[in-house]
């Protein structure tokens, strides 16, 4: 289905939207260390850069704990400005590389993020849609009994004109007994293989004439319905769509930035692991560099 689709390849996107979210500029301390202020726009960064865990708290609990944490920059900054660590070549160096990887996070808010439409996710959803086949999935029922002449001994009854929810309440040993052995649509795949192939191939209202053994046990299965499955609505995974016309709007502005660029690898190992990723990413579609 298209949601299986779409999820397998906005897996392979996703390292692309990690996005450092753009904050308003609030300038509003909420707390002091000594000199230093600590304002509302750093520790809106502060909650964005939690570590995984303590990003799983409650709301007000993730604010303290990056509180906490901003406080424990802005003592030992101040501490290594102090002893002039802020003039090294190292830290200038490492600045400079941050301030590079923001830059990138801004032009690819403003011209990825920022420029993806609704309609240009429509649109997408549309051609995705168009290009999946078409899948039939059904509404099934069964009996499942211990052994093989149990489930004999269901048919036979089956045949004598018996009612199979009623058998299936008195009779079966699975969980879903009380709805007659109900087990709701399924599509091919959701199933053990020989339940499926047994029930796939039966005519709607037809039920199996030899039981379907599986690692359960042996079953009896009633074809209720047939029907085309629908593709999933659009916002229902318009995220993982939205994703896909990003991708492809990042993998156009790189190429678009290599073909105006001139790139040059001196050492030669890493040379060719750059051109075999290169050479992946053109074939597979593989992700862009992750936002930061």
Not at 262 to 272: A, H, T
């Amino acid at each position: 289905m298209l949601r299986h689709k779409l999820l397998v390849s906005a897996a392979l996107a996703a390292a692309i939207f990690v996005q450092a979210p753009a904050f308003a500029a609030d300038d509003t301390v909420v707390a002091k260390v000594g000199s230093l202020n600590i304002t509302q726009a750093e520790l809106d960064v502060a909650v964005q850069n939690l570590d995984p865990q303590l990003a799983q708290l409650p709301e007000e609990q993730k604010k303290v704990a990056a509180l906490s944490g901003a406080i424990d920059v802005k003592l030992l900054a101040s501490g290594a400005a102090a002893e002039g660590l802020g003039n090294t070549e190292d830290y200038k160096k490492r600045m400079a590389y941050i301030g590079d990887r923001e830059l990138h996070n801004a032009y690819f808010r403003k011209h990825v993020v920022d420029a993806t439409t609704p309609e240009e996710v429509k649109a997408r959803y549309d051609k995705e849609i168009a290009s999946i086949p078409k899948q039939e999935e059904v509404n099934a029922a069964h009996i499942l009994v211990k052994t093989e002449d149990e489930a004999k001994a269901v048919i036979a009854d089956l045949d004598k004109g018996g009612d199979f929810a009623a058998i299936a309440k008195e009779k079966s040993q699975d969980s879903n007994k009380d709805e007659g052995g109900d087990l709701g649509w399924f599509a091919q795949g959701r199933m053990v293989p020989e339940f499926e192939q047994a029930a796939f191939a039966l005519e709607k209202g037809a039920y199996t004439k030899t039981p379907v053994k599986t690692q359960f046990g042996f079953h009896v299965i009633k074809l209720l319905d047939k029907r085309e499955a629908a593709p999933p609505a659009l916002d229902q995974v318009e995220d993982q769509v939205k994703q896909l016309v990003m991708r492809d709007k990042y993998v156009a502005i790189i190429e678009k930035a290599k073909a105006d660029q001139k790139i040059e690898i001196m050492d030669e190992g890493l040379k060719k692991g750059y051109e075999d990723v290169s050479k992946m990413q053109d074939g597979a579609e593989a992700p862009a560099p992750a936002q930061q």
